[in-house]
């Protein structure tokens, strides 16, 4: 691999949270900036790729010469991603994608009542286990947020939704995970892993990027 690993790749990449609406004015919500999601975009065109970002609403201005599609809602998010990733070679999912949304949308504010209340959730689709069952897949890398046993459940998501790779962070502690310019990563595949230590969100995405093209020439040569 040259300075350019991803030359002539396609590159679908998800970012942000989705926002599962409860009524006209409320949500539902994950905590995430979108900077992870961002930066690994822009390391993947510094790459050579052809990237297309599909965005949960965040503050980060698009990046230059990268198609941004911007989405809401979980299944908005599914309907972005999972009927074109088949046109894709790598797919990353760094999206904080909600795993429940509430199972009725009011179509009126909810008024405040005297007691207290219930919301019944609905499960949403998995976007990255589904792009994972396509008979035409990509190149599939999920991520795994964490805040006790990062390896045991990131391997266990790997395993269960059949990812070529899962990038495993720490959420919740005082320095990385959302929101942060900083992040740690723990990268594992089915037959190896790394550890990529603590720095700003593009330093790390370009070593994501360049750990992913790696696994790609392994793969398409062995
Ligand atoms: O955006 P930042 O502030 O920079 O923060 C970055 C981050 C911490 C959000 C990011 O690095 C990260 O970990 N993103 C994944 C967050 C997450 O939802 O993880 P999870 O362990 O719940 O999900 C596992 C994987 O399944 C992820 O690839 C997720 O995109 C995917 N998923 C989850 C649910 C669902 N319905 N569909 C999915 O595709």
């Known amino acids: 691999p040259g300075k350019r690993p991803l030359q002539n790749k396609k590159v679908l990449i998800s970012a942000g949270p989705t926002r599962e609406a409860l009524d006209p004015v409320r949500y539902l919500s994950n905590r995430s900036s979108g900077k992870m999601g961002y930066a690994i975009a822009k390391a993947a065109q510094k790459a050579g790729a052809s990237v297309t970002l599909v965005s949960g609403p965040v503050n980060l201005p698009a990046p230059n010469d990268i198609e941004r ?7 908005q998010m599914y309907d972005a991603i999972v009927p074109r990733a088949s046109a894709y070679d790598i797919y990353i999912g760094a999206a904080a994608v909600a795993d429940y949304r509430p199972a009725e949308i009011q179509p009126h504010k909810i008024k405040k009542q005297q007691t207290d209340s219930v919301i019944h959730l609905q499960r949403n689709p998995d976007i990255v286990a ?3 069952a396509l008979a035409r897949k990509p190149f599939v890398v999920g991520f795994a947020a964490e805040t006790d046993d990062l390896d045991t459940y990131a391997l266990n998501k790997m395993r269960d939704k059949k990812l070529d790779m899962i990038a495993a962070n ?3 502690k005082l320095t990385g995970g959302f929101d ?3 992040n740690a990563l723990k990268v ?3 037959d190896g ?3 990529l230590a603590m ?3 593009q330093q790390l995405a370009e070593q994501l990027i360049a750990l992913i093209a790696e696994r790609i020439d392994e793969k398409n040569t062995a």
Not at 69 to 75: K, N, P, Y
């Open 170 to 172: 720490w959420v919740g």
């Open 69 to 75: 599609i911007d989405v809401e809602s979980a299944l």
């Open 199 to 201: 720095t700003d969100k």
């Open 130 to 132: 589904d792009v994972a």
């Open 188 to 190: 594992f595949w089915p």
């Open 193 to 195: 892993g790394k550890t």
């Open 180 to 182: 942060s310019d900083l």
